[in-house]
């Protein structure tokens, strides 16, 4: 098939990808000048299938209530007029339950499980692709005794669907990452997951993006979609700002959280709203005491991630609609907590701040397979695992267009 694919973060270059080797003729469209401009820019770095937790659980609204109107929470709710955002609240206090939440998690974690496992045979496949992994597992830490508690539980459902985090120590957390000696007396704990990794997720982005292009796909640079023809209940044409129809036989929508509006007029319904995280990179020198083990801090939901001479610094949530604009509060927090866990990591310069649209659904469950036009297909709603689910998202999808049923336990949409 002629399959043009909307989007070139992460999710839509691995779609492209994948779309390609199973010999279909792949073009990429998207408003950008070049792959992984946004969401996929300057994430936090981690392929973590031991995060694979949906935020929507039964200790998350009297959380979100707790942490409300605090402009460092590490998860600031805005209040604004916005039915799509009510209609999200709504579906986020359902998805809360005890039941959905392990249902929920059972979903994420195959598929989380899958894609790591499609990026490890893709990474033995392209010798040459370079994007500071590396495979050192990832860390968990806490400095409180009841949230240490409550990660056990969580990581104990993990290992029921195949996850494996498990339970060290303070003293086992410092043989792990020396770096962590500051913490002292405070650090009660942490688990562990030996099989996760970490790496750039941009430059995972442009490099697959120039092997898809050595293999024939085209990309189509600074093309903002305008909207999605209809002919004889099928998908006509995408067209882009510049007026031209862009016609192909099937089409994927992988736009992140601006999926929605591009599919509404068309009837189509998603619940995926952005959620704005921030990232600060700090550009380490010789003397730098950094951590080489990928780390998540659940007091401030902070995670760290060693990228060659750079150390990743990411986290908070901020649900204000579409604003892009980096609040320095939140931009401080980073940079503050990471000079109290780090206090000789002697950075070079001032660290870049990074701000960007997340697209969450309530249940954490993105949406992967077909829309009820035949040849329209949709793969988004990744949330803060966009990086961890992209290739197995990517391989399922490319499966479900061949006709070919994906070897993961996942709800397609069909």
Known sequence: ???IVLGAG???VTSAWYLSRQGHDVTVIDRQPEPALETSFANGGQISVSHAEPWANPHAPLKALRWLGKEDAPLLFRV????????????FLRECRA???????RHVVALALYSRQCLKQLGSELAGLQYDRLERGILHVYTDHTEYAKGIQAAKLL???GCERRPVSAAQCLD???ALAPLGDRLVGGDFAADDESGDARQFTRQLAEHCRRAGVRFAFGQPLVRLETEQGRIAAAVTSDGQR????????????????????LGISLPVYPVKGYSATFALSETSVAPTVSLIDDEYKIVFSRLGNRLRVAGTAEIAGFNHDPNPIRCDLLVRRTRELFPELNDQGNPEFWSGLRPVTPSAVPFIGRLRYPNLWVNTGHGTLGWTMACGSAAALSSLMGGRQPPVDFPFLA
């Open 99 to 105: 039941d959905r939440y392990k249902q929920n998690m």
């Open 10 to 12: 992460v999710v839509g």
């Open 1 to 3: 098939m002629k399959i």
């Open 159 to 161: 290992g029921e669907f």
């Open 176 to 178: 792990l990452e020396p």
């Open 246 to 265: 862009h016609v192909a036989d099937a089409y994927v929508v992988a736009l992140g959280s601006y999926g929605p509006a591009l599919l509404r007029p």
């Open 80 to 91: 604004r007029a916005d039915p799509a955002l009510l209609g999200w609240t709504l579906r």
